[in-house]
């Protein structure tokens, strides 16, 4: 495979934008090699500046749901970009994209429009703080949440130890306030909710966790979330950034029949451009400025463009039928993966709901943070640079989930699945 156009882009990348990328995991530090610099995609296709085609299972980590520059998106966006790109004004298009998102999602509703998932998460604690005028947040270990300083903290030494900062700039005052839990155990949640009682603002969950790789809540995590955070009067977030429109229409949320207080938004809602949202009933969101006290604004949230992006991507997705194709893509791809490792004895665990999956190098069962990272990372970077040779374009991270779009064709499937195939050869020779 040619790379000396990506090779020579990012040289110059590095002398000047810091590691040669405006967000960490696209320098594929983590799989021993190069990023491609991307000229173009359609569909399901994505091509470097080396003239090389992928089929993309990033798919931009999750919003271009229906595909890559996909026809009527693209027309609408064109469409209100003759119009003005930023007014600071409102616009029908945000109150058109608002009651989409009302209409779709059970907790919300009321919604308010920001410009990336960071954004919804930040405020939406800032809210359940100041609705509770509690401080306290609990969070799950390998869940990511964006890069707000409170939630750039994972794990303490064990589940009631208070946070530790994940990164230099996040002062430890601040981070002493986000607790962690491992996912998928109610004990141990159970246990520092009680310990903390009086002091919890929030508990914020990815309802499907899909940053450590992915994994799905077992049994009534969920519910049990749901009923200890009532309980303890205790602000339910769930972190729909990745799931919502994703896992369904309804998210998450109405997937698992699990309703939490607020919910966060973002990729698909922007239809690959910059939007995110956080929302849910009338009596926390009246807090939110102007109506309220609460103070969280933006320049360009609600973006005209951006908004007609979202709305018209999810006119799309309310077609009858999409997700019924996500799915079973999603199972002949899951499915065809895992009968070629069986086939080579190679030893992997493949966690998927709906359109999102990850393949984890271990026997597993992978069921949180702690079972994901005993994955073989070495074996998934050198499978990872396979698949690119034969052209597939998965995320360069064991602990990213892999995304189908309804672009991606029955026959792009067969095609990966071979890849895969040859893949697995090469790690056992
Ligand atoms: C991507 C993501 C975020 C952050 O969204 P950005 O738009 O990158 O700021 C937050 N939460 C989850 C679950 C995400 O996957």
Redesign the pocket.
């Known amino acids: 495979m040619k790379t000396t156009a990506s090779k020579k882009l990012f040289e110059a990348a590095q002398r000047l934008i810091p590691g040669g990328v405006n967000s960490p995991v696209r320098a594929f530090k983590a799989v021993g090699t190069i990023p491609h610099f991307i000229t173009r995609a359609k569909g399901a296709r994505i091509y470097d500046a080396d003239g090389n085609a992928f089929i993309d299972y990033v798919m931009s980590?999750g919003p271009m749901i229906m595909g890559h520059a996909q026809g009527s998106v693209i027309k609408a966006i064109a469409r209100a970009a003759v119009r003005g790109t930023s007014y600071g004004a409102p616009t029908a298009l945000e109150v058109t994209l608002a009651q989409l998102i009302v209409e779709a999602i059970p907790s919300m509703e009321r919604v308010r429009l920001v410009s990336?998932?960071?954004?919804a998460?930040m405020s939406a604690i800032r809210l359940a703080r100041a609705y509770t005028g509690r401080n306290t947040i609990l969070k799950f270990e390998g869940c990511?949440?964006?890069h707000a300083d409170s939630l750039l903290v994972k794990a303490g030494s064990g589940v009631a130890t208070l946070g530790i900062p994940d990164s230099p700039g996040v002062p430890p005052d601040l981070a002493q306030h986000t607790l962690t839990a491992s996912f998928n155990d109610v004990g141990g949640v159970e246990r520092i909710l009680e310990a903390h009682r009086g002091k919890l603002a929030c508990v914020i969950v990815?309802p499907v966790a899909?940053?450590m790789g992915v994994v799905p809540p077992h049994g009534a995590f969920l519910e049990r979330l749901r009923d200890l955070t009532r309980h303890y009067g205790i602000v339910l977030i769930f972190?729909e950034?990745?799931t919502g429109f994703r896992l369904g229409y309804g998210g998450a949320q109405l997937r698992y029949g699990v309703i939490p207080d607020l919910t966060?938004l973002?990729?698909i809602i922007g239809g690959g451009l910059p939007v995110?949202a956080y929302g849910g009933p009338h009596h926390i969101m009246k807090l939110i400025a102007p109506e309220g006290p609460v103070y969280q604004a933006g320049t360009l949230s609600g973006n005209p463009l951006a908004v007609t992006a979202g709305i018209e991507t999810l006119k799309l997705l309310k077609k009858p039928g999409v997700y019924r194709q996500l799915e079973e893509r999603g199972r002949l791809l899951s499915e065809g993966l895992l009968e070629a490792a069986r086939e080579l004895g190679v030893g992997v665990t493949l966690n998927r709901v709906g359109s999102m999956m990850t393949l984890f190098f271990t026997p597993g069962p992978v069921t949180d943070y702690a079972s994901a990272k005993k994955s073989d990372t070495l074996a998934f970077a050198r499978f990872f640079r396979a698949m690119l040779e034969e052209g597939i374009y998965l995320p360069p991270s064991q602990f990213e989930a892999a995304f189908l779009s309804a672009a991606h064709t029955s026959a792009d499937i067969a095609k990966t699945v071979r890849a895969a195939r040859s893949a697995f050869k090469k790690l056992k020779g």
């Not at 990336?116 to 954004?119: D, F, I, K, R, V």
């Open positions: 980590w990336s998932g960071t954004e998460v990511y949440h964006g990815e899909g940053n972190d950034v990745i966060c973002g990729k995110g």
